[in-house]
């Protein structure tokens, strides 16, 4: 069956770095576009960022020139490079495949 683990969550201030990956099993993720997620207290699951099969990107607008998507297709594993991190990238992040299946997600805490 579709499993995601998702990695790499943690407490850091403004500014700094993070990077989330995402190993996949359970399906051909080569054939698969992946896709990032994040959802904070109250507000609704939003997507961040998408990775095509071929390997075509795209961003929401609030992380465009901060946030990079990558994928390791040897690895079966989806990557999230986050830099100049703000407050209010603060969410848990999930990765989703085509499947309908939902990791655990990570916690992401950007706070002074």
């Known amino acids: 069956q579709v499993q995601l683990v998702e990695s790499g969550g943690g407490l850091v201030q403004p500014g700094a770095s993070l990077r989330l990956s995402c190993a996949a099993s359970?399906?051909?993720?080569?054939?698969?576009?992946m896709m990032w997620y994040r959802q904070s207290p109250g507000k609704e699951r939003e997507l961040v960022a998408g990775?095509?099969?071929?390997?075509?990107?795209t961003y929401a607008d609030s992380v465009k020139g901060r946030f990079t998507i990558a994928r390791d297709n040897a690895r079966d594993t989806v990557y999230l490079q986050m830099n100049s991190l703000k407050f209010e990238d603060t969410a848990v992040y999930y990765c989703?495949?085509?499947?309908?299946?939902w990791g655990q997600g990570t916690q992401v805490t950007v706070a002074s």
């Open positions: 990775i095509s099969s071929a390997g075509y990107t």
């Open positions: 359970g399906f051909t993720f080569s054939a698969s576009g």
């Open positions: 989703k495949s085509r499947w309908p299946q």
